[in-house]
C-alpha cells in the first residue's frame, strides 16, 4: 500500500510542481505589471503546496530522501504529470488556457481530496483549496475577458482552447495506483469528476463567445511516465543548480 500511495501523491504534486515551473517561466513577461505578478504568485501558491506533498512522500520513502531529492534528481519517465501542464508558454492566451483547463480540475479533486481517510492528505487539500479558489476565479476570468473582448483576442483564446483540449481527458485516467487509493478511500476517483469539469468548463466558454471543442481522441501518457518533447526541457532547467552542485545549501 505504501508504494501505491507515495505513486498517488507523486501524481497530484507532480502537475502542481511542472505547471509552477511553466508559469515561473513568465516572470516579467506578463501583459500588464498586475497581471505578472499574479501569475507568479499563483506560481509560488503551486509551488508551496509540492512542498507539502514532496515532504510526506519524502517520510514515506525514509532513507536519504528530501522533498529536493523528490522534485530535482528524478528522470524524466519517473514523473507522473499530466501532458496538459508541460504545454509552453506559446503566448498569453495559451498560458492562461492551460490554466483555466487545469484549475477547475485541480478544485474539484481538492474539494474531494479533503475527505480522504489519509489525515495529511486531507490536510494539504483543506490547506490548498483557498488558493487554488483563487487560481479558478483569476483564469476564469481571463478566458471571458478574452474571449468577449476583441476579434484578435477571441481568435488567440479559441486558438489555444482548440489546441489544448485534447490534453484534457487524461486529467480523469486512473493509473493503478490511483485505483488502490480510491478503493482504500484515501483518493479521488477522478472518474467522477469528468461529467461536472466539462459542464463547468464548457459554461465559461460559452460566456466568452468561445466553441467548445468537439473531437474523439485525446492526448495521454504523461501520468505513465510518457511526457511530450517539452518535458525534458523542462527538467533540464529546473534540475540544473541540483545536479551542477550536488547537496548544495544557502
Not at 223 to 238: A, C, Q, V, W
Request: proline share 2%; net charge negative; aromatic share 10%.
Amino acid at each position: 500500500m505504501k508504494d501505491n500511495l507515495i505513486q498517488y501523491i507523486l501524481g497530484i504534486a507532480d502537475n502542481s510542481l511542472i505547471l509552477g515551473q511553466r508559469l515561473g517561466e513568465l516572470c516579467g513577461h506578463g501583459p500588464s505589471l498586475e497581471t505578472d505578478i499574479a501569475m507568479t504568485n499563483i506560481s509560488l501558491d503551486l509551488l508551496g503546496q509540492v512542498r507539502s506533498y514532496y515532504q510526506y512522500a519524502a517520510k514515506l520513502l525514509g532513507g536519504d530522501a528530501t522533498e529536493d531529492t523528490i522534485a530535482f534528481l528524478r528522470l524524466e519517465r519517473e514523473y507522473k504529470n499530466v501532458l496538459l501542464v508541460e504545454q509552453p508558454n506559446t503566448d498569453f492566451a495559451y498560458s492562461i488556457t492551460r490554466q483555466f483547463l487545469f484549475d477547475f480540475f485541480h478544485l474539484a479533486l481538492l474539494e474531494e481530496l479533503q475527505n480522504s481517510k489519509d489525515e495529511m492528505l486531507a490536510a494539504i487539500a483543506k490547506k490548498s483549496i483557498k488558493e487554488v479558489l483563487y487560481h479558478n476565479r483569476f483564469s476564469s476570468d481571463w478566458i471571458r475577458r478574452l474571449g468577449d473582448g476583441t476579434e484578435e483576442s477571441q481568435d488567440r483564446i479559441q486558438t489555444a482552447i482548440n489546441d489544448l483540449w485534447i490534453f484534457t481527458d487524461e486529467l480523469f485516467h486512473q493509473t493503478e495506483a490511483d485505483k488502490a487509493m480510491v478503493a482504500e478511500g484515501i483518493g479521488v476517483d477522478a472518474t467522477l469528476l469528468k461529467a461536472n469539469y466539462y459542464q463547468k468548463v464548457s459554461a465559461v466558454l460559452e460566456e466568452s463567445t468561445i466553441q467548445t471543442p468537439s473531437i474523439e481522441y485525446f492526448q495521454k501518457g504523461g501520468k505513465n511516465g510518457i511526457h511530450s518533447e517539452h518535458m525534458g526541457y523542462i527538467l533540464t532547467e529546473m534540475q540544473y543548480m541540483q545536479r551542477t552542485y550536488p547537496n548544495m545549501s544557502w
